[in-house]
């Protein structure tokens, strides 16, 4: 596996004693109110810093002093080159959207089915009983337990 190593510094920073790296990483890291996530990125950012008057610590040191693997370290050095400082410090959203298990006519059967007496032989509805009954009354084709428990979850219905 080929390890390339990235340098980090800016060569035309009007600030010499902040090492290098744009303010906002100094920031980050002295305040102490920003997410952990982003702390952690930005002093490893700030150990590997090659500008002047930075450390330039290694991948290793820098893995072994913040308690992160060091592919960690060699991900932020690569997006704070490709991507730069804003897009590195802040937390990327998942670029995946979940379809919805059950759209709105089949909550409200679901809703219903669960306030409803249970079968007989049981006291009370199971999230599999109600998955199941979905199914056989041909409400949904296939339907999961748990698509069944976080719907529920959010309706706010009284049982009683």
Known sequence: MR???VLLGVEDDPRPHSGGLPWPTRTVVGSGTAPARMGTRARVLLKADHGEGGPGWSDAAIA???DVHPSTVQRVRRQFVVE??????????PDRVDARALD???EAHL????CSQPPDGYARWSLRLLA???VRLEVVETVSHEAVRQTLKK???SHG
């Open 155 to 157: 309706t706010t219905s």
């Open 111 to 114: 809703v219903a089915l669960a």
């Open 132 to 134: 199941g009954e979905l």
């Open 3 to 5: 390890v390339a190593r």
């Open 64 to 66: 072994g002093a913040l």
């Open 84 to 93: 730069g400082l804003a897009a590195t410090l802040a937390r990327k959203r």
């Open 104 to 106: 709105g006519r089949q």
